[in-house]
């Protein structure tokens, strides 16, 4: 692989070996894929893989291309926001919708293994006073609050199918164009500031965030899935799926759960500021995935 990218400086670009038995685990670059990909990379080595790395790639533009010409082998994704990139015309939402129209979305050159129970998806929530003061406990129950919720999240939430027209359409939470507030960083600090600090009575998101119980946010219950299923996955490029790296890495996803998601990416984005590999490494110790399976 790196004699084929000399003279290319983007080593992404190069055809990889797909015949090689060793496998090239990649990351999105934020630090709960660099973490997931470091607990997979771990418990391969412990389980008998030849395991090299090529984390912080960036978006599914960069590295699905990658995957499919064995630059990397194998990269942790989430199940509906990769068939929305596969397949933009999908309209599968709930998980076992998703995994059912994954599978021909995938098509010759990719492969997945078990998704996760863990899954990080977008949410609507709200904080402890406001749960309490309207007695909220789905999405439904905010929708006569119309009026008065000023709703925090990013711009493209106004317009995209799961954002403000689907949570109109699903649970008539009609936002009005004066009480949406676009907040341009993804559910993270900023936005979680602005719902704490009364700026916002509701916010998108993410289901992993360390900060929704560090500030005892409550997230509202989705039960018409208007927010696709986002499971943790394996996403290999087809000709380095086996059915060992299958067991082992189905070992690892029968363990991740959203909550022990939640706990990894404490641990890495709260105070404590732990290391992905130390955090994984712990992680899997800890699940008793430090020695070899089976």
């Not at 979305?105 to 990080?120: F, K, Q, R, S, V």
């Not at 916002?200 to 005892?216: H, L, M, P, W």
Request: negative net charge.
């Amino acid at each position: 692989m790196v004699m084929a990218a000399c003279g290319n400086s983007d080593p992404l670009a190069a055809k990889g070996d797909c015949a090689s038995d060793a496998l090239i685990i990649g990351s999105a670059n934020f630090p709960e894929s660099e973490t997931v990909a470091n607990i997979y990379t771990e418990v391969l080595r412990i389980n008998g893989f030849k395991v090299d790395t090529n984390f912080g790639i960036g978006s599914r533009e960069a590295y699905i291309p990658a995957l499919r010409q064995c630059a990397i082998s194998l990269i942790p994704e989430y199940t509906g926001n990769l068939l929305q990139y596969l397949d933009p015309e999908a309209t599968a939402t709930a998980a076992i919708d998703v995994n059912k129209a994954l599978t021909p979305a995938l098509g010759d050159d990719l492969a997945i293994a078990t998704p996760a129970p863990g899954e990080d998806s977008d949410a609507v929530v709200v904080t402890r006073a406001t749960a309490e003061e309207w007695n909220l406990t789905s999405i439904a129950d905010l929708a006569p609050h119309s009026d008065e919720v000023k709703f925090g999240a990013p711009a493209e939430f106004a317009q995209r199918p799961g954002g403000l027209p689907g949570l109109k359409k699903n649970y008539g939470l009609d936002i009005s164009e004066a009480n949406f507030v676009p907040i341009a960083d993804g559910g993270g600090p900023a936005t979680v500031d602005a719902l704490v600090n009364g700026q916002v009575r509701a916010a998108n998101i993410f289901t992993t965030s360390q900060a929704i119980a560090e500030n005892d946010l409550v997230v509202l219950t989705d039960p018409a899935h208007n927010f696709a299923a986002q499971n943790v996955v394996p996403l290999f490029n087809a000709e380095k799926k086996t059915d060992k790296a299958v067991a082992v890495l189905d070992a690892v996803s029968a363990k991740l759960t959203t909550t022990e998601l939640i706990s990894l990416n404490t641990a890495v984005s709260g105070d404590a500021k732990i290391e992905p590999k130390a955090a994984a490494l712990a992680w899997i110790t800890a699940q008793g995935l430090n020695s070899p399976i089976g």
